[in-house]
């Protein structure tokens, strides 16, 4: 047997099933949580006092539902640009007159992708919307998928990661491995199918030939075999073969025989020198 936990905004609940009600934020903790940069404004807010800047974030949790994806990522934009006002956040969320939860929060989302100004970290949340929803994201195939090199602690790949969890694009799990929101992956996939078609094939096919050049190489297999071991290899082989299926890539027919011809050796690679 086994638990499985799932989430519906449908109040019905099946025979069998345990319900745990998961109440809206309360006005405070949604204003807290926007408001964590902006403590000049919360201590008004909480001294009772009434300016644009307090009547702009009390309409912002309430236009957003005090829905906390919402307020997290808004306060990204806010600690981002110390500069922005709330009541100029507040207009700009409105501005094109969304009143749909949904509508206000690919704004926000649209408001921290203008920020990005590097092509490599949009590319890397462009193919982590890729992967299947709710799958950790490993960030070492994104690196090599984008360029950036496998190293998540130093370097390119650890700086376009940080950037974008600072932006609350990606969400951080252990062992190296990301995450998209549902909503968060939607628009990734908005702004890659706004590419024009030779763009994105020419994407596509680009991640394909990093990865190919990664793992049809025998000397560089050797030496990702040293640095881990075999099995962790052939793991890492088939992840790039499971990504390059999802994207739809031409370059998938190589990385399927290389998976192939390491498996056969199994029974041998493992316990000699490879």
Not at 62 to 89: F, G, M, T
Not at 105 to 131: C, P
Not at 258 to 264: H, V
Request: some cysteine; aromatic content about 6%; overall charge negative.
């Amino acid at each position: 047997q086994c638990t499985i936990l799932y989430t519906s905004r449908d109040k019905n609940t099946p025979r069998g099933v345990l319900k745990y009600e998961v109440e809206e934020l309360k006005e405070e903790n949604a204003l807290q949580l926007l408001l964590d940069t902006r403590q000049e404004t919360l201590s008004a807010i909480k001294d009772g006092t009434t300016n644009s800047e307090t009547e702009a974030a009390r309409t912002i949790c309430r236009s957003v539902s005090y829905l906390p994806l919402a307020l997290e990522h808004l306060r990204a934009l806010l600690e981002q640009d110390q500069e922005i006002e709330i009541a100029y956040l507040q207009e700009e969320l409105l501005r094109q007159g969304a009143l749909e939860v949904i509508e206000i929060l690919h704004k926000a989302f649209l408001m921290s992708w203008n920020l990005l100004d590097n092509e490599q970290e949009k590319q890397l949340f462009k193919l982590a919307a890729r992967f299947l929803e709710a799958v950790p994201i490993p960030l070492w195939l994104l690196g090599l998928a984008t360029g950036l090199g496998e190293n998540i602690h130093i370097g390119s790949l650890s700086h376009a990661y940080r950037h974008l969890i600072r932006a609350s694009m990606l969400e951080a799990l252990s062992n190296g491995q990301v995450r998209l929101h549902p909503l968060l992956r939607e628009f990734g996939h908005r702004l890659l199918e706004q590419e024009t078609q030779s763009n994105k094939i020419a994407l596509l096919n680009e991640v394909g030939r990093r990865l190919v050049l990664e793992f049809a190489d025998a000397n560089k297999l050797e030496k990702r075999v040293q640095r881990t071991n075999y099995w962790t290899c052939l793991g890492q082989v088939r992840e790039a073969r499971t990504f390059l299926h999802q994207l739809g890539t031409r370059q998938l027919e190589i990385l399927k025989r290389i998976e192939t011809r390491i498996d056969r050796a199994s029974s041998e690679l493992p316990q000699s020198i490879w």
